[in-house]
């Protein structure tokens, strides 16, 4: 099948999971003989190679497209209003089309590629397959997130300024979301009527380690984060669960990742954190970072759609600490290869830590239970399986098409 598969993020273009997400599955497609192309946008335009993978890069149809910047406020309702349906997008993707002709599109979140691409791949008579990294179509801020608490459903002002976006979800054959939690939500909202959905989690290229690690000697116990610095992934109420440890010379944090651009938070929360006991890293290759703690903490305190920091971290046998809601919630098994805690509550980040830092036996046993967990990740299977969806997808939409044909005979 010849798959034009549009990233809203793909390296080298913007930091985390996303990008890295993304980058896997269209390696592991490939792998099961999808003939794959990318396209992306960026600063420039252009095609290269990324990992023997053909990228193509458009400029941006919006008027900015790297988010993470600081950028005048007048610009942010231009460039939300435009994610509602952008003829610019439309434009760009039928040229892409034309020139890719492909069997099958796939969107892979759709910051900035545009909801339009859609209607562009309906035009041109191709099935449409979406996978889901986010809340952006229900959710202007992507969080579902308003005065720093969740959202049990989708606002007034989120349903009205998201219109457009779920317009043109009926464009959608199939929808594939890393966790059934980010499914359920869209569901909930009439979101993608016409859709067949199936979850799927983001896979892992390898396992990193052979065996549960031994608790570790000689050195204090070390507790990471690796992700973006923002209010959403909680990493405040990690900082204060380090400062109650504060006085506790066996346990470290190590902190990777970086704040955005776009505001101080980062800045702030970094001198949340003691200095004695804290080092920070900024952006890292996360397998290199992962060998190097004992423990990942997932303190997210809204609705995270998959968490793939986590699965990485079951690849290199390192349990992982996460909050009880969302999608990164299903990875975690309380008990067998972490622990749950409540959003929002360090005393509790604290408790989870010292449970391991105290008791190398349970240490030990969750090590083991995190890479036993990383199994379920490989591309094989997981390939098979997304592959065989994308087929389905493919096959109802032909169906569709020839009912249609034989009501409405040319």
């Known amino acids: 099948m010849r798959i034009l598969m549009a990233c809203a993020a793909f390296p080298p273009n913007l930091p985390g999971g996303a990008q890295t997400s993304s980058l896997m599955l269209a390696r592991m497609l490939q792998s099961q003989g999808a003939d794959i192309t990318v396209v992306n946008v960026g600063d420039v335009a252009g095609v290269e190679d990324v990992q023997g993978l053909r990228v193509h890069r458009i400029k941006s ?241 809204g609705r995270e759609a998959f968490g793939r920091a986590s699965i990485e971290a079951f690849a290199h046998a390192v349990p992982v600490i996460s909050t009880s809601i969302g999608g990164v919630a299903e990875n975690i098994t309380d008990g067998v290869n972490g622990y749950h805690v409540p959003p929002g509550d360090a005393g509790a980040i604290r408790e989870a830590i010292l449970r391991m830092a105290l008791a190398p036996a349970t240490y030990e046993r969750l090590s083991a239970g995190a890479l036993a967990a990383a199994h379920g990740y490989l591309p094989d299977t997981l390939g098979r399986e997304f592959s065989s969806f994308l087929e389905t997808v493919r096959a109802r939409s032909e169906r569709r098409l020839q009912r249609k044909t034989e009501v409405h005979p040319a």
């Open 61 to 301: 149809p919006n008027i900015y497209w790297d988010y993470l910047k600081r950028r005048p406020n007048w610009k942010k309702p231009i460039w939300h209003l435009l994610e509602n349906g952008n003829p610019f997008a439309f434009s760009a993707m039928r040229r892409q089309i034309r020139t890719v002709r492909p069997d099958l599109l796939l969107t892979v979140s759709i910051e900035n590629i545009n909801v339009a691409s859609w209607a562009a791949a309906k035009l041109a008579g191709l099935p449409v397959a979406h996978t889901s990294f986010n809340s952006f179509l229900m959710c202007w801020n992507s969080v579902m997130q308003r005065d720093s608490e969740n959202c049990s459903r989708q606002c007034s002002s989120c349903r009205t300024t998201s219109l457009g976006k779920k317009f043109f979800t009926r464009y959608v054959d199939g929808v594939i979301g890393e966790s059934q939690d980010v499914l359920n939500r869209h569901m909930a909202e009439g979101y993608f009527p016409n859709a067949v959905m199936k979850r799927i989690p983001a896979v892992l290229p390898r396992l990193h380690a052979e065996a549960g690690r031994r608790f570790p000697a000689g050195r204090p116990f070390r507790v990471g984060f690796l992700g973006l610095h923002s209010h959403f992934k909680g990493i405040a109420h990690l900082a204060d669960a380090a400062q109650m440890m504060a006085d506790m010379p066996d346990v470290e944090f190590h902190i990777a990742g970086e704040g955005a651009e776009r505001d101080n938070f980062g800045e702030e929360v970094r001198r949340r954190f003691p200095a004695a006991s804290t080092r920070f890293y900024g952006w890292v290759k996360a397998d290199d970072y992962l060998r190097e703690i004992d423990v990942l903490v997932y303190p997210s305190i």
